[in-house]
């Protein structure tokens, strides 16, 4: 049997209206329909009763994905950097042996003496360069083995393939490069990408 949830206010009311009179000392007769409506208000409290004593769920903010670090990462390029001496050649000059005296008053009374003798000249300046080199973690022995056999297929390197970069490697480097245009022992990306070491788009 259903009954409709009729509150109990309701049920109040109509005993006031019917002439009864309620007090906190008056027992109010308890009908049928009462006490069904009174069973359906317990159970419902009763089964709502867990859902507002539960914890409340916390929900994790999630985090955007980020990119990939190494995707993102630009090659690094390094750089070598190599110091030039000037170089000077001797050339016949005078050189100055005794010097003139002057008067007071600025008359000259004895010229300055010269000699013959050669003369230092400056041929090339004290000069700096810096260019495009593999990085050291690209100068594994596997790396520097290869560089020894393909200099040596060009004719620069005689010695054995050992995978280190001694002088008899830094020595090959120098010549391979100075006989095109590059005065240096430290090999370069570009010599690197000449010998077929390095790719082209290789930075």
Same mark, same amino acid.
């Given at each position: 049997?259903?009954?409709?949830?009729?509150?109990? *206010?309701?049920? #109040?009311?109509?005993?006031?209206?019917?002439?009864?009179?309620?007090?906190?000392?008056?027992?109010?007769?308890?009908?049928?329909?009462?006490? #069904?409506?009174?069973?359906?208000?317990?159970?419902?409290?009763? #089964?709502?009763?867990?859902?507002?004593? *539960?914890?409340?769920?916390?929900?994790? $903010?999630?985090?955007?994905?980020? =990119?990939?670090? /190494?995707?993102?990462?630009?090659?690094?390029?390094?750089?070598?950097?190599?110091?030039?001496?000037?170089?000077?050649?001797?050339?016949?000059?005078?050189?100055?042996?005794?010097?003139?005296? !002057?008067?007071? /008053?600025?008359?000259?009374?004895?010229? =300055? !003496?010269?000699?013959?003798? $050669?003369?230092?000249?400056? %041929?090339? =300046?004290?000069?700096?360069?810096?260019?495009? #080199?593999?990085? =050291?973690?690209?100068?594994?022995?596997?790396?520097?083995?290869?560089?020894?056999? *393909?200099?040596? *297929?060009?004719?620069?390197?005689?010695?054995?393939?050992?995978?280190?970069? /001694?002088?008899?490697?830094?020595?090959? %480097?120098?010549?391979?490069?100075?006989?095109?245009?590059? /005065?240096?022992?430290?090999?370069?990306?570009?010599?690197?990408?000449?010998?077929?070491?390095?790719?082209?788009?290789?930075?």
């Amino acid at each position: 049997m259903k009954f409709p949830l009729v509150p109990l *206010a309701v049920l #109040a009311l109509g005993a006031c209206a019917g002439g009864g009179q309620l007090s906190s000392n008056t027992a109010v007769p308890a009908s049928s329909d009462a006490l #069904a409506i009174s069973a359906i208000e317990a159970s419902v409290d009763s #089964a709502l009763r867990p859902l507002s004593e *539960a914890a409340p769920v916390r929900l994790n $903010p999630v985090k955007p994905a980020q =990119p990939a670090r /190494d995707s993102l990462a630009t090659p690094r390029i390094c750089r070598a950097r190599e110091e030039t001496p000037a170089i000077y050649e001797q050339v016949m000059g005078e050189v100055q042996v005794v010097q003139a005296e !002057i008067a007071p /008053d600025g008359t000259v009374l004895r010229p =300055p !003496i010269y000699r013959k003798a $050669p003369v230092p000249r400056i %041929v090339r =300046p004290r000069a700096e360069i810096s260019f495009e #080199a593999p990085c =050291p973690e690209a100068m594994t022995p596997e790396f520097i083995a290869s560089l020894q056999r *393909a200099l040596g *297929a060009r004719g620069y390197f005689s010695g054995n393939v050992t995978g280190r970069f /001694d002088a008899t490697t830094s020595a090959a %480097v120098k010549r391979y490069q100075a006989d095109r245009g590059l /005065d240096s022992a430290q090999l370069s990306l570009e010599t690197a990408r000449s010998l077929g070491l390095v790719s082209v788009g290789a930075g």
